[in-house]
């Protein structure tokens, strides 16, 4: 890929020494005031990136998302405030928890009158692009460029609604989404401000179509199940085994590829459908029973979440090349996340939304080139995608508003954590009954966790510990560690305070721990 030209401006007039001047701050300005380069992604649990380790490091290696991680910080405990698409999204437009920007659950419409982080980025003199799935219903504001999914979106031959048209385009999701970031950056910024662009894939969301190429990736293996492939939900509080998102019953023939939801055009369909249609013919040839079908279920779900994880991979390397080969790496911040975890078979489930640990933490990997220590693994420090709004802010050096919740991670990133850092994180689900999930709130401490599902059909709680029981297998609430339990519990009051949640949902709070 070749450098982009040098833009041309207008010729003006200057006196020579207030010229000089304005030359000076300009590049001053833009030494100290990176660009910063925001990748995400959907539903993209840690367990499918390598660097994080894990069962599957080794057979679905991510080599672009590691070397982020090599040359930066990789974050053990980044927890989100509801792990569900568009709520986490408007929770890092805003730097605020749904309840205060009124984008509690999916269906909602986000309102964009109010105050974003792209917004003060304008006023700071940044330019401002957001390219890929946006799931806020609302058109987006704050954005001097945007291109963006309507809802879901579909992996093959999107419409893209670019700055207010729709714009048809033909190909695979993920690579249309990196190409017109790319198109973007090459040919439309401006090269003489400092750039904020979000870059937000479709992928890995279901339903999960691979590109073509991704095929056969991982046909001559069988992905190691997760211990918990066949929890039977014994040794938890009720809400759990009321799911609907189990590998089983509720993994259907789009989430398979037994049907397809994309349309495709005939060149895309013929080898797709030459792939999987002689396979899901010899599955129900076979006349599985449960048990078989639970494991065929797992193979082809991974498999196909995997491959489109590879994309999105490959995505990042050619994000990455480019910083390189236009010199712009040096002063580029990359920071790649994801809208929430996701269960990859994990207590035999897909999806997300529970508090559990594969849906509450997400990743997030920072490079920050002679700033963050490459190759730094932070498991201590307690981070959010509450506080990403804050961030942005604080890197581009503009006022940070006082009504955001997080804090900015700058600190973090340069290994200076303050002493007050939290302790703890609030998190708050609202989505009542999609797939099974009841509303609930809860604390974490990163070791112990308490969870509160305040319903009449539930009222219960459930407290784990994660150092004996890593895989949440076993609810100790009220069992054990009194003193843990009546600690998190007041944290739990604190921090719903603290957070401005409504008062009249405190009253059903009353925990005790003779409960």
Known sequence: MQNPLPRISPPFRLPIGLALAFFASSLFAKEE????????????????????????????????????????ILFRKCYVTNSICGPARAVIQTGKYSHLNGFRQNGDRFDGSQSTAPKYLQKAGYQTAVIGKWHLASTPTGYDHFEVLRGQGAY????????????????????????????????????????????????????????????????????????????????????????????????????????YSSKHTPEQLKPFDAYFRPRNEAMLADNLNDFERKKWNYQRYIKNYLRCVKAVDESIGELLEYLDETGLADNTIVIYSSDQGFYLGEHGLFDKRWMYEESLRTPLLVRWPGVAKAGTVNDSDIVSNLDYAQTFLDLAGADIPDDMQGRSLVPVFKNETPKDWRKYHYYHYYEHGGHGVPLHFGVTDGR?????????????WE????????????????????????????????LRAAYDLPEDELEGLKASSQR
């Not at 750039?195 to 969301?205: C, E, G, R, S, Y």
């Not at 759990?240 to 019953?249: P, V």
């Open 156 to 259: 093959y031959n999107p419409m893209l609604i670019t700055n207010g048209e729709n714009v048809d385009h033909v190909g695979y999701t993920t690579d249309l989404i990196t190409e017109q970031s790319l198109d973007w950056l090459e040919d439309e910024r401006d090269p003489d401000k400092p750039f904020f662009l979000m870059v937000q894939q479709k992928a890995p969301h279901g339903r999960w179509e691979p590109a073509i190429r991704h095929l056969e990736l991982f046909d001559d293996i069988e992905i190691p199940e997760p211990p918990t492939l066949f929890d039977d939900y014994s040794g938890r509080a009720r809400p759990i085994s009321q799911n609907r998102a189990r590998m089983l019953e509720e993994m259907n023939d789009f989430r398979l590829m037994i049907k």
């Open 463 to 494: 407290l784990f510990d994660l150092e004996s029981d890593p895989m949440e297998m076993k609810n100790i609430y009220g069992q054990t560690n009194p003193e843990i339990q009546k600690t998190l519990e007041t944290q739990l009051k604190r």
């Open 33 to 72: 005031r990176p660009n910063i380069l925001f990748i995400f992604t959907d539903d993209h649990a840690t367990q499918a990136i390598s660097a994080y380790g894990g069962m599957l490091a080794e057979i679905a290696p991510t080599p672009h998302l590691d070397r982020l991680a090599a040359e930066g």
């Open 448 to 460: 112990f966790k308490l969870i509160r599902y305040p319903d009449k059909e539930n009222d219960t």
